[in-house]
């Protein structure tokens, strides 16, 4: 099986433009697996908890060179751990959340790099702005200056055809483009992370440069 896994990344990495960042979402995979997956090149794994994200960094500490990218719902109670461990959060999503992420990276001297989720259609099932919200939003965001604000997340809700899927895709582009335009000193619209294994291809044709796989790499999760 260990070749398997190694064998997908090169085939997954092989089929994405050079630039765009292949990010393993390791939720409920084993720290053996995730050994594979960087033996077989990835740097960027992704967890979605705090306290398993903990325990799995206390055991892969003889890779040093990991970056660490927070993609869950982030509880306010969570913040300054999630500060402590991660070097993106992908799920900012509210502007009450951006804001103590502020003001903790101030007392923690930090200035992490984050991404703001946004729904472009709605869905009770999923957090994030709307779109009129994020535009309304932005100026109280460009205040938050301990957060490096890269660019926008996005989850397509469930059950959307590969045309649906990739109209979102292009409007989350779109919006980022509408926001760049703005030049916000504090936003910047670098960074498109949209795409996971069902739709990364659609993702990658629609801008995406960080994609965040795991079924795909690592198997079905229990
Ligand atoms: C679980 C998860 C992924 C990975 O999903 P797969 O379909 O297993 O590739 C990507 N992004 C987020 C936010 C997730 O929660």
Redesign the pocket.
């Known amino acids: 099986m260990s070749s398997s896994i190694s064998q997908r990344i090169v085939t997954i990495r092989a089929s994405l433009p050079a630039s765009v960042r292949l990010i393993a ?1 390791s ?1 409920q995979v084993t720290t053996e697996l995730m050994r594979e997956a960087y033996t077989a090149g990835i740097r960027d794994f992704a967890e ?1 908890r705090i306290q398993e994200a903990a325990s799995k960094q206390a055991e892969l500490q003889d890779l040093p060179d990991i970056t660490w990218h927070f ?2 719902n982030l509880q306010s109670n969570k913040a300054k751990k999630a500060l402590e461990l991660f070097d993106w959060i992908h ?1 900012v999503d509210s502007l009450q959340i951006a804001q103590r992420l502020d003001t903790l990276a101030s007392q923690l001297g930090v200035t992490p790099l984050v991404c703001l989720q946004v729904k472009i259609l709605p869905d009770p099932n999923k957090s994030g702005w709307m779109v009129s919200e994020l535009l309304a939003d932005l100026e109280a965001l460009n205040q938050c200056k301990n957060l490096q604000i890269q660019g926008l997340m996005t ?1 397509p809700p469930f059950g959307l055809d590969h045309d649906e899927i990739s109209s979102i895709f292009n409007h989350t582009q779109k919006l980022a483009k509408e926001i760049e335009s703005q030049q916000w000193l504090h936003i910047k619209m670098l960074h498109l992370s949209m795409g ?3 739709d990364y291809q659609l993702a990658v044709r629609a801008g995406a440069t960080m994609v ?5 790499l690592f198997g079905n999760r229990s």
């Open positions: 979402v939720k979605s993609i869950g799920s989850i996971m294994s069902g965040r796989l795991g079924t795909i």
